[in-house]
């Protein structure tokens, strides 16, 4: 199902695989690079509705518009904002996960509180752009005070899983699972010891035991815990 939803910033549009009987809503949004055909949120929204999890991505106003420049992080936000009562509409009630890749994922912790989300799924945190460490986008990412999943590769241009974890350290409502010589796109080299097909599967999985009623509800106690 595809709903087309305007903004002030102008209309963005959900693509939503639904689940026959949902238990959560997963809200992924696209990096600045790619829109929501990216390999991971592909396979995401292909795995997880069998599973019971609803996944609806989100094309940014300007990827709908056939711009090819991304729109600034505060146009970004003002979409996702605007377009959070549509989403939670089609949640009925259920926990509603937010989330997305690269930029998404930055929209995600930035407006996780705003938006009422029971958790955030991160691919690929930019960390820092590629080669500036020091212009790190770290309080986005502790920004969020519900259970955070980062999933990172260990060749990550833009932070690695290592060094994502080392920065977030002593964050119990944060989980860094590297994905094993993956570059900011979970793109691995021929050479690998892993095959794109191994990714996929990591990443599906992961998600879909992160989500688990039994497995958010454990994250959600231990945030509590941690506050």
């Known amino acids: 199902m ?3 939803v305007p903004t002030t910033v102008g209309p963005g549009r959900l693509t939503i ?3 026959e009987h949902p238990t959560a809503v997963l809200w992924l949004g696209h990096g600045a690079g790619g829109g929501i055909d990216a390999a991971d949120l592909a396979v995401l929204a292909a795995r ?9 991505r989100y094309e940014q106003p300007w990827r709908v518009a056939g ?6 992080p ?4 003002v979409a996702w904002r605007e377009t959070a009562p549509r989403v939670r509409e089609l949640a009925q009630g259920l926990p509603l996960v937010v989330g997305g890749r690269s930029a998404g994922a ?3 912790c930035r407006t996780a509180t705003e938006v009422g989300a029971a958790a955030v799924v991160c691919l690929a945190f930019p960390l820092h752009p590629p080669g500036g460490p020091d212009k790190t986008r770290l309080p986005e990412l ?3 005070e519900v259970p955070v999943l980062v999933l990172q590769g260990t060749r990550d241009p833009f932070g690695s899983a290592e060094t994502v974890a080392a920065e977030v350290s002593g964050r119990r409502n944060i989980r860094v699972v590297p994905v094993p010589e993956a ?8 050479s690998a010891s892993v095959t794109p097909a191994e990714v996929r599967d990591l990443l599906a999985a992961t998600v879909a035991g992160f989500l688990s009623v039994r497995a958010l509800d454990d994250e959600v106690g231990a945030a509590d815990g941690a506050g």
Do not use: Q, S, Y
């Open 183 to 190: 570059d900011h796109g979970m793109r691995v080299a021929k």
């Open 106 to 108: 930055r929209v995600a």
């Open 142 to 144: 502790l920004e969020p």
């Open 48 to 56: 997880l509705p069998p599973l019971g999890i609803t996944v609806a």
């Open 2 to 4: 595809i709903l087309d």
């Open 74 to 77: 505060p146009a970004l936000d």
């Open 67 to 72: 711009k090819k420049v991304a729109a600034r």
């Open 17 to 19: 695989a639904a689940a």
